[in-house]
Each structure stands twice: as C-alpha cells, then as structure tokens.
C-alpha cells in the first residue's frame, strides 16, 4: 500500500485531525529524498528550473489545460489502481499511450506514403500525353509559351488531385501522426512537471504524490523528484534520438535533397541540445522522455519489416528494401567502419 494510501486512510477513520506521526512521515520523507532544491552545479540547471516552475502566462495556461489535466489524472489513476512504483507507472503509461495511440498512427502515416509514392509512378505517362496535348493546343489557339507553361501546370496539378481522391491519401494525412504525438509528449511532460512542483493546487493530495514520487525511483535514480546527476538517462535518451534518425536516413534508397539533409543535421543538434536539458528537469521527466523515444526506436525498426507491412496491409513500393536489416547494417558499417 503507498503512502498516499496510508494517509488517506487516517484523514479518513480521524476526521478534521491529522495525526503528528504523519506530519513527521512527511516531513522526513520530504528533506532526506526531496534535498535542497536551491544548490545547483550549473547555471543551465538553474535556468531551466526557474523555466519550468513558472505559473504564469502561456506556461500557466499549458500547465492548466484540459489535455495536461487528463494526462496528470491518467497517471494518478494507473499509478492508484496498478500499486506501481511511480518509475514503473510513468514506463507503463508511456508504452501504453504510444502503443495505443502513436503506433496505429505509425502504421497509418507508412500506409499514406506509401500509396502517394505508388501514385507518383503514373504521373510520367500522364505527362508525357499532356504535352502532346499542350502541343496541339499551341499549333490551335496559338499560345506562346507562357501560356502553354501556364496551362501545363495547372492541368498536372488537376490530375495529381485526381489520383489523389481517387485513392484517398492526400499527403496531409501523412502528418496526424505529429498532430497527435507532439501533443501528448507536451501533455504528459507538463503534467509530470505538475506533480513535481505541486501543481496547479498545492493541496494535501499533491504534497503526498510528491512525497512518493521522492522515494518512487530506482537503482540510480531512487528520488524522482531530482535530476539525475548520474547523466546515465540524459545521455541515452541524446543516443537514442541520433540512432532514430541514423536509421532512418540510412535507410533511404533515395538520394536525400537539400532541405532533407539540413533538416536531418537539425534534428541532430536538437538531440545534442536535449542532454544538457533532461540533465536539468527532474528525473521522472528524463526518464518518461527515455522511456518514449526507445519506444519510438522499436517501433521504426518494426515497422521497416517487408513482413509486418504486408501484415498491416501497407502497400508495396519501389523503394521498399526486400532485406532492410542487411542493408541497414551494410550502410552502417560503409559510414562508421569504412574499408581503408
């Protein structure tokens, strides 16, 4: 039985008085695992707290918001009804929101790519047959190439909307999948940064989440409520997002365009710049960060399987890799292991 348990137990057979003993548990639990939040080593520590305990502005508003406010009791119920320790509750949501929610939106967005990419195969012969239509028209109504450049374009993007309702993957479709996860990776941080600095109310029932939370952790990391100076969690979390997006880039048959190759060494940096930023935020946060993005590494090494999309009725494309794994690995030693 937790703490919170405990102590709702005694409100509720002593009403109106709250016994010494438990002021004591509190109050002991709260200075031997909570510490002295004031000394920091570094100054980007210090900044970043200060950022996360504002209750003001747009940060109020986040932190009061509807989504951060199902999110926190999502976590509350599971870790009431389950009796988990709070690291395993925070492990269990997660995997149970991505396998719920951003899994199936995976599988949906490779079903979308996949058919615009089969679609774009048609368009070179519906091309070709246009411009022998443009052809006619010029030698007809004497267009000058303006006008035939002009009536070449608008006509390609009329089919290309007619492939694209006739099989019903408009491209936009492909992007539910951020709409949905950067929302609720937002909604569950908050509300987890909620717990910790007891908020929005600062009641009896807050004061206990964080008194188990202080005492919720594990091995490295026993008090939640504190950064974890081992940086074992920050680092790997660094790790784990530049191998998402090694894999992904070398995975591509495809030669990447410019703006690939600027966005991938942009998403690069943000991985490096996430160290320094869950070595600052308390360790219950770097860990349900952790926890997601290894999620997000199985679920792309999954889903690059030629026998999990025919499973989940993705359609087949010219650039689907027959062994991914092999090539994967292949193109991994070509650039970190190169023959001399």
Known sequence: MNITRILTTNVRLCPGRI???VHNLYKNQLQCCCGDNSKRQFSLQSSVESVAKTQSGIFQSISESTPVEYAQKLLLNIHETTGLPWWATIVSTTIL???TITFPLAIYQNYILAKVENLSLEMP????ELKKEIGVAVRLYKWDEKMAKMQYKLTMKKEWNKLIVRDNCHPVKSSLLLWFQIPMWVSLSVSLRNLVYQLPNQDFTAKMTLTELSVGGFGWIPNLVEVDSSL???VTLGLINLAIIEIQTLSKVNVPS??????TNFFRGFSVLMI???ASVPSCMALYWT?????????NMILMS???KKSFNIPLTASQLEKPYAHLLAAMKHKYLPIK
Not at 258 to 263: D, T
Not at 291 to 299: H, M, R
């Open 306 to 308: 030629p026998k999990v």
């Open 125 to 128: 012969a519906i091309a070709k």
């Open 232 to 234: 074992i969690l920050p």
């Open 97 to 99: 929101m991505r396998a």
């Open 19 to 21: 016994t010494t003993s």
């Open 276 to 278: 320094p930023i869950a």
């Open 258 to 263: 410019k703006l690939q190759r600027y966005a």
């Open 291 to 299: 926890t997601s993005s290894a999620f997000g590494l199985v679920q």
